[in-house]
């Protein structure tokens, strides 16, 4: 993959972004698509979908595997977001529903991104012969977990899209190699919304965070085997666990640096 196919797909998802952002803002009234933020304010969903469709059309350069984790990310996300009734919250509180018989929305999107993230896997690794069927297993994992922690994130205006771009940022310092086109697609998508979310008018909700988080995820296997995999799997892990317990939000406020980062471009008041 050439730099400028890798900078075209960034462009391409910015744009995409961009465009479908101010369509559906448009076209689409249903009130499904609009929650109360942290501040008490209507926001809309939108960009969620918006998102999907910039990333989608900027990994479609690389092939198929960015497509799909996007895709399936965003598509199990927006179930979340249009049907789920929110009464458990976080992977214990929707394991703890199953154990009790009851299937929430929550836990059939993990499910779905689990198996999207192995079928995102496995496209990754086709041709590969450095990569064994369990390295794609992890591969999957890492997919999933990626998507799951920038929904964790998305909880302030901006935060889940920097979190985005700055995931992405070390693999397009080579911007010929494997995976840099996807990762082009995560930023410029998330620049594309940008600008609204940070406005605290517009929100990626699990739809769009999902997304955002599957695509980089994508991006890292085409770059990585298995030591790779299994020390982000790890990671990623140990950032989920923390989260049923630590509030990051809390962490971010109390932490010189990650607190301006965090506050970076909302508007003052």
Known sequence: MSRAATLAAGVLAAAGAR?????LTARVTSPRWVRTNHAGAPVTLLE????VAGAALGAAASGPAGVVAALGAGAFGALDDLS???ASKGLRGHLGAAAHGRVTTGLVKIVGIGATGLVAAALADRGRD???ALDTLVGGAVVAGAANLANLLDLRPGRALKATVIAAAPLLVAPGRPGAAQAAAAT????????????GTAMLGDTGANAAGALVGSALLARTGRRGRVVTLAVLTALTLASEK???TRVIESTPGLRELDAWGRPTR
């Not at 410029?188 to 406005?199: I, K, Q, R, S, T």
């Open 19 to 23: 465009v479908a952002q101010r369509v």
């Open 48 to 51: 969620g979908p918006a998102y």
């Open 84 to 86: 789920g009734d929110g």
């Open 130 to 132: 450095d990569v064994s």
């Open 188 to 199: 410029g998508a998330a620049l594309g919304v940008l600008a609204p979310d940070l406005a």
């Open 246 to 248: 630590v509030s990051f």
